[in-house]
Nanobody
Framework: QVHVVESGGGSVQAGGSLRLSCAAS????????MGWFRQTAGKEREPVAS????????IYSNSVKGRFTISQDNAKNTFYLQMNSLKPEDTAMYYC??????????????????WGQGTQVTVSS
């Protein structure tokens, strides 16, 4: 089985930065594609970014492109989401997700089989 655990959320003022971490474990072929998603109350979970672990290929949603960076540390089996120039509209619960095979990177949430519990990010104006 694959497990992912997020950490690093918190509260920050607009314009600030946070770095989220996602520790992954389990069968490598079931987590060769990692993604970050976010969700606010009453809304659907939306994609943020995804990375292909084999070569670091990435993709971002338009709302975060140029401000967020997804990366990986293969030695630590850990993935990161560096969030800069944060805006109040970035406030959400952020989830790490993993999948094996198929199209990657991917911003399609239904592709992902493994999800973490989430970490809250709050950006105040």
């Amino acid at each position: 089985q694959v497990h992912v655990v997020e950490s690093g959320g918190g509260s920050v003022q607009a314009g600030g930065s946070l770095r989220l971490s996602c520790a992954a474990s389990g069968r490598m072929w079931s987590r060769d594609c990692m993604g970050w998603f976010r969700q606010t109350a009453g809304k659907e979970r939306e994609p943020v970014a995804s990375i292909r672990t084999s070569d670091g290929g990435t993709i971002y949603s338009n709302s975060v492109k140029g401000r967020f960076t997804i990366s990986q540390d293969n030695a630590k089996n850990t993935f990161y989401l560096q969030m800069n120039s944060l805006k109040p509209e970035d406030t959400a619960m952020y989830y790490c997700a993993a999948k094996g095979g198929g199209v990657c990177p991917s911003l399609t949430r239904f592709d992902y089989r493994t999800w973490g519990q989430g970490t809250q990010v709050t950006v105040s104006s």
